[in-house]
């Protein structure tokens, strides 16, 4: 959930340490830090509770150098947002570490290490790593032995890098569980928890294993596996581009990957759709064997993620006459469920390093599911590595806390998998090409529904001082509901519950009065007489509505009733689109209440703590 860049170079590496940090704030941005060996062979450290323009200023009045550093940014887990909890964390001026993820056992390992004549500064799990390595390097010959000592000890997650006055001029970086990539250059190495870090220095990439120690120095990098094997990974060239995550012309992340969500749909059925139907190749050479022992879909997911998987319930069952489940990674792995012969799992996650998630996928290896099929965003993902098959979504980086693009291109690589498994029973060529033409037609659509961002800028000017909103949905356009009332709780910090419009009378209706907003979703199908009963209730109690309906069902403004008219759209995409207007409408409240779009309080990007 934190962010880490460490450099190793023949020249000051403080600048590129700080450019990461604001290239990975998204992960985390209650206090930021910076170690340095400067040329003297000593460890300079500034902290600051804050963000990381805050440490930049702090380094602008006491600058340090060096050709050998270690950054972090920081989303507490352990200990308040404090100075002192900031990384990086030292011990006795020699040993210097940055960390993500969880370390289980600490409070043993503290005090063990107390008892041992170490003093603690801090209140988070990470101080006993730098003591733990400190006191390892008294007795081994050099400081990737001494890590590979100390995380034989460690219980949890971690990514570690390491650095110490003992060893000058190398960084050692360690991964187990939390994800940690080496980026190489030219008689320089980077290391960070996220390629968008080092972008701007290098396109090459190692991506460390579970298990993996590195011993990086700026001629050249060593790995070794946990049990001090030399060991060999590949190289590889990312496509991204260091302008991929600038601002453009637009105020923040978020509205700009709102906007980007036409093009990245686009991307994501590129290639993948052939005249008329799905080219089943696009899911792994394996696929056509996987899908054909398919008989039911276990999905698993956390909070964006996982609508997308409560819609594609409703895919599965109707279009693909296959039995769906849907859970939450964090409940799935702790309850012991029955597997039923042929079930394919797919996990869904932007980042590919949800912890919940990731750990939920190797319990389905361990209880003996039939097959498993991840849905992410980043080609080389731990999530996607232990996959056996895995579909793209090409959304491209997102930097919002809030996701957007990510979600809608998730929904497009689900119903491409239920078109591919709705063939093996009974979907007819003409009902194929129909639910394709549908795919074909969203970046046009979405497009439009982007030019109504002015209306909806306006109707979010009247939610500014409202406390609680309400949002309605039925069929598919219910886990739109809940995704609508997530983005307004994460950004603009309105309370937002999401309800299917048919439990109304079943205790929400309650809620109801002048000063509670109501957002309803309203398509143009055969529900949607029974979803105008629903809203009569509501009117009859005074509630105020926002109506995001299609142009055909014939809906008209009124003193009670605000209409937002959506583009006619065929009935199984809907809910894509219908999204869009959602995204707009959290965005623009958030603006009007001031709040920090793109970093809420409380909250990170990547998840990969439990």
Same mark, same amino acid.
């Given at each position: ?61 006491? #600058? ?35 960390? /993500? ?5 600490? =409070? ?17 799990? !990470? ?74 220095? !290098? ?33 590889? &060239?990312? =496509? ?29 059925? =590129? ?121 793209? !979504? ?54 439009? @529904? ?49 309800? #299917? ?10 809620? @109801? ?11 143009? /199908? ?5 979803? &105008? ?20 069902? /014939? ?41 920090? @779009? ?9 998840? !990969?703590?439990?």
């Amino acid at each position: 959930m934190c962010g880490i860049v460490g450099a190793v170079a023949g020249r000051d590496v403080v600048a590129i340490l700080l450019e990461g940090l604001k290239r990975l704030e998204y992960r985390g941005y209650d206090s930021a830090g910076v170690a340095i060996q400067d040329e003297s062979g000593q460890l300079e450290r500034a902290r600051v509770t804050g963000k990381v323009i805050d440490l930049e200023r702090f380094l602008e009045c006491s #600058p340090l150098r060096g050709g050998l550093g270690i950054a972090h940014t920081r989303w507490a887990t352990h200990g308040r947002p404090a100075d002192c909890n900031a990384h990086p964390h030292t011990s006795r001026d020699t040993v210097a570490v940055v960390h /993500n993820g969880i370390i289980e056992n600490h =409070e043993v390992l503290r005090e063990r290490l107390e008892n041992l004549g170490y003093e603690f500064t801090s209140e988070t799990d !990470t101080e006993v790593v730098a003591h733990l390595v400190h006191y390892h390097r008294l007795h081994q010959p050099d400081l990737q032995a001494a890590v590979r000592v100390a995380i034989s000890e460690l219980a949890g997650a971690y990514a570690l890098g390491v650095v110490s006055t003992t060893d000058p001029g190398r960084l050692v970086a360690a991964r187990l569980g939390s994800p940690l990539v080496i980026g190489v250059g030219s008689n320089e190495q980077f290391i960070a928890s996220d390629v968008t870090a080092l972008l701007a220095v !290098t396109q090459h990439f190692i991506f460390l294993e579970d298990g993996d120690v590195a011993d990086i120095s700026a001629q050249g990098i060593t790995l070794y596996d946990f049990a001090g094997q030399r060991v060999e990974r590949l190289i590889k &060239k990312s =496509e991204l581009r260091a302008g991929a995550i600038d601002l453009g012309d637009f105020r923040h992340y978020m509205q700009k990957e709102i906007h980007e969500q036409s093009v990245a749909i686009a991307d994501t059925l =590129e290639g993948r759709i052939c005249g008329h139907r799905i080219l089943e190749e696009a899911f792994g050479p394996a696929a056509r064997t996987v899908l054909n022992d398919t008989k039911a879909i276990q999905i698993i997911a956390c909070g964006t993620s996982y609508h997308a998987g409560l819609v594609a319930r409703y895919w599965f069952e109707a279009i693909a006459k296959t039995p769906c489940s849907v859970e939450v990674a964090s409940e799935f792995r702790y309850r012991r469920p029955a597997v039923s012969p042929g079930t394919l799992v797919v996990c869904i996650s932007q980042s590919g390093e949800t912890a919940d998630t990731l750990a939920a996928l190797q319990e389905t290896k361990r209880l003996g599911y039939a097959h498993s099929l991840a849905i992410c965003n980043v080609p080389e993902s731990s999530i996607v590595r232990e996959a056996e098959l895995a579909l793209m !979504t090409r959304a491209g980086p997102e930097i919002g806390v809030a996701s957007t693009k990510a979600f809608t291109c998730q929904l497009v690589a689900l119903l491409l998998l239920v078109i591919a498994i709705a063939r093996r029973n009974g979907l007819s060529e003409a009902r194929e090409a129909e639910l394709v033409a549908e795919l074909l037609a969203l970046p046009v659509l979405i497009e439009k @529904v982007l030019r109504l961002d002015d209306t909806i800028r306006a109707l979010a000017a009247q939610l500014v001082d409202k406390h609680h909103a309400l949002y309605l949905g039925r069929g598919t356009q219910y886990p739109v509901a809940l995704e609508g009332a997530l983005k307004l709780k994460e950004i603009s910090y309105i309370h937002a519950e999401a309800y #299917p419009a048919g439990e109304l009378k079943h205790g929400p209706l309650a809620l @109801v009065d002048a000063n509670m907003p109501v957002m309803a979703l309203v398509s143009n /199908n055969e529900l949607l007489e029974k979803l &105008k009963s629903n809203l009569q209730e509501v009117r009859a109690r005074g509630g105020q509505f926002y109506l995001f309906a299609d142009d055909k069902a /014939n809906l008209q403004s009124a003193a009670d009733m605000h209409v937002i008219s959506i583009p006619s759209v065929g009935e199984v995409t809907a809910p894509i689109v219908y999204t869009v207007p959602l995204q707009l409408l959290a965005y623009h409240t958030a603006v009007h209440r001031g709040t920090n @779009v793109d970093q809420p309080r409380n909250l990170a990007k990547s998840v !990969t703590v439990e």
